[in-house]
């Protein structure tokens, strides 16, 4: 607990700077945080990023390796769902799991299926699942459209966002109602069936402004070949209102909205020892019903010339159903329902309800240009609910403060350093360390190093799980946690060099990293094979089970990772990203999760100012032996309305240039080509 002194030391003392006794005439006068210096910072086109501190600050001062996808990029990259725009950022896999509403994006490998070791922000907001520590790309509550900027921490940031910021930190920043005054509709579809649709308005008045946007999406999945068959389309509805009130020194956001997901799955079969069951479906698929809603609100006020205090609430809840009407066999009925079952055709229910509430209060206290401190106090309260995994509900309390500071004792030299102390009921203390250093050569370019601690502390159903099924309100016999897990660690080393050459529009940056894990969880839970270890026999009368824990193992990734931005005066954007990986360790289950190297390429090309054209390429080779390969091209055409209305028309195709599955075996088809078009309106 001594850990805690320091941080909240800092807390309190950079709060104490807030009593500066300046008139408001003065407070924003002098070399500290102010809005004309902020402005100031942008008329010189010096790089800007938020995501490592929590403050503004320029990318060229950072010591974190940092990928920005600007709103010019989103647009051009004619991206369909938020995770599609990860493919431009160096060492990401993305794509669909076992269903299209079950996607995987992950940073470095290491777990596919409800891939949790990356902290993921909307608006400041965490979106991971607090019963599995993942996140739920395909729930998501905002559509791409919605999305102005992503920022990309890759490597471990606990000592801002605290645990569970493993691998990496995804900061989705929306769009504000300035940013889009007035209306817009899009709409897209391609030969398979997909297809969504959205809409947006924005109104802006004196001190008051507000944006609403509503989408549908629906995805049909992998087609399958003549030996798979898959079912695992979905549909999603998004809605959303932002508003946002600016007074002279303070700024209030308040957001809401929710999404609504549809989803297919595909069909049952049980493995008992070496007999696989097919569960039969009298009526219809397995169907997908998932709910999520959440309200928050952040009010930040300029307290003075160089403090700013902000605070954030926020509160979000989700519902998950997953519902299998199905017969079941009568081995399953005496094995795993003790007999009970009278009536053997009926619904198979897996469920899950969450619930978070969060408040934090953070301080900025920016002196000078040479030097900030950025302290946070958060407490959160998580509460789940299933019948399927824990038996009934359980709450979690979460404490965590945190301290960052940078330092430029010299024009050249800036040194960032960080700490997060964090308790929970569940999990117990951590403390995550983190230190860095950058050497400008030039107000442009410079070189950095930095070495960070981080954890990936067990979720709910690690510690708490009470697993079992419910067949017509009939619970199986369970299987439950005992001793639990132990929190993973990793240490990460990385030197990096970024330049940035804004008379030609280039940026470019090159990482080099060790990563250091420690107690890495690398199977995952089985119920099954949890019910024949504790009875020493396939289905047995026996109740409950012990559930047997994953297997962990020591190992070290390293790699090197590119990334090259180039934006011409003529209108030409290009990006390529290339990252390689070498993982050394003879575990098969870890090396068929991390890619040896990933690449993607987006090429846009402004014909003349009413045709553009475009392409895009992405590479994955290494998971386990299979090679993805998917090439894209398309044209777009614009119509002038009036003085600010536009009409956009395009269209476009997309091919795999492979013949293998992506992910798992089950994801493949024999289509290769997709042809697509694409519409929206802006007035």
């Not at 995804?170 to 209306?183: A, D, M």
């Not at 060790?514 to 690398?522: L, S, T």
Request: hydrophobic letters at 35%.
């Amino acid at each position: 607990m001594s850990k805690t002194l320091p941080i909240a030391f800092s807390v309190l003392f950079a709060a104490t700077c807030a009593a500066d006794t300046l008139s408001m005439e003065d407070m924003f006068i002098g070399d500290g945080l102010s809005l004309d210096n902020m402005s100031d910072l942008a008329l010189q086109d010096i790089p800007m990023v938020v995501t490592p501190a929590k403050l503004s600050q320029p990318r060229v001062e950072v010591s974190s390796t940092i990928s920005v996808l600007d709103s010019e990029f989103i647009r051009r990259s004619n991206a369909q769902t938020v995770e599609e725009l990860l493919q431009y950022v160096p060492g990401f896999i993305v794509g669909p799991y076992d269903s299209s509403s079950s996607k995987v994006v992950a940073y470095h490998g290491t777990q596919l299926d409800r891939f949790r070791r990356m902290q993921v922000l909307i608006n400041g907001r965490s979106v991971y699942s607090s019963a599995y520590a993942g996140v739920n790309w395909a729930m998501l509550p905002l559509a791409v459209d919605d999305v102005e900027r992503i920022e990309v921490n890759r490597g471990p940031n606990a000592a801002v966002y605290g645990a569970n910021s493993f691998l990496g930190v995804i900061n989705i920043i929306t769009r504000s109602p300035l940013e889009t005054v007035g209306g817009k509709a899009k709409y897209f579809s391609n030969d398979a069936g997909g297809r969504s649709l959205y809409g947006q308005y924005s109104v802006v008045g004196d001190q008051w402004s507000l944006r609403a946007s509503a989408s549908q999406t629906v995805e049909e999945g992998y087609d399958g070949t003549d030996d798979i068959v898959r079912n695992d389309g979905h549909q999603k509805n998004t809605a959303n209102i932002l508003i946002n009130h600016t007074g002279r020194y303070s700024t209030t956001d308040i957001e809401f909205g929710g999404s609504q997901l549809a989803g297919e799955l595909d069909k049952l079969s049980v493995k008992i020892g070496n007999k696989k069951i097919p569960l039969t479906y009298p009526k219809s698929a397995p169907l997908r019903d998932v709910e999520r809603s959440f309200v928050s609100l952040v009010h930040s006020v300029q307290t003075s010339r160089d403090h700013e205090l902000k605070a954030q609430f926020t509160y979000e809840e989700s519902r998950w159903v997953d519902k299998h009407h199905l017969e079941l066999p009568q081995d399953i009925n005496l094995g795993l329902f003790k007999g009970e079952l009278t009536d053997l055709t009926g619904d198979l229910l897996i469920d899950l309800d969450e619930q978070r509430q969060d408040l934090e209060i953070q301080s900025s206290w920016v002196p000078s240009s040479s030097f900030s401190w950025v302290n946070s106090a958060l407490y959160r309260i998580d509460k789940a609910y299933s019948k399927t995994y824990f038996n009934g509900e359980y709450t979690e309390n979460l404490l965590r403060t945190s301290s960052v500071m940078s330092v430029k004792p010299s024009d050249q030299l800036v040194v960032n350093l960080g700490g997060m102390w964090e308790k929970s009921k569940l999990s117990g203390e951590y403390w995550s360390p983190q230190a860095g250093v950058t050497w400008l050569f030039s107000p442009s370019n410079s070189v950095r190093a930095n070495v960070s601690k981080a954890y990936r502390t067990p979720d709910l159903f690690d510690q708490e799980a009470d697993w079992s099924y419910v067949f017509n309100d009939v619970r199986s016999r369970s299987v439950y946690a005992v001793n639990g897990e132990q929190a993973e660690e990793i240490t990460s080393y990385e030197i990096g060099y970024f330049h940035d050459l804004p008379a030609y529009g280039l940026s470019f940056d090159l990482m080099v990293y060790r990563e250091v894990f420690d107690g890495m969880v690398v199977s995952g839970k089985n119920y099954l094979n949890s019910i024949d270890s504790a009875t020493k026999q396939s289905m047995s009368y026996d109740s409950t089970g012990v559930l047997v824990e994953g297997d962990t193992i020591d190992f070290i990734i390293e790699g090197a990772e590119l990334e090259v931005d180039w934006r011409s005066p003529t209108g030409i954007l290009a990006r390529l990203t290339y990252a390689t990986q070498n993982t050394q360790t003879d575990e098969n289950a870890t090396l068929n999760t991390v890619p040896i190297n990933t690449a993607s390429v987006l090429f846009s090309y402004p014909v003349t100012d009413k045709w553009q054209l475009s392409t895009s390429y992405y590479y994955v080779y290494g998971m386990p032996d299979w090679v993805y390969k998917n090439v894209n091209l398309w044209a777009s055409y614009q119509f002038k309305l009036g003085r600010t209305s536009y009409f956009d028309l395009g269209f476009g195709g997309s091919k795999r240039l492979d013949k293998e599955p992506y992910i798992i075996t089950e994801n493949i088809s024999d289509d290769k080509d997709r042809l697509y078009a694409f519409a929206n309106v802006t007035f």
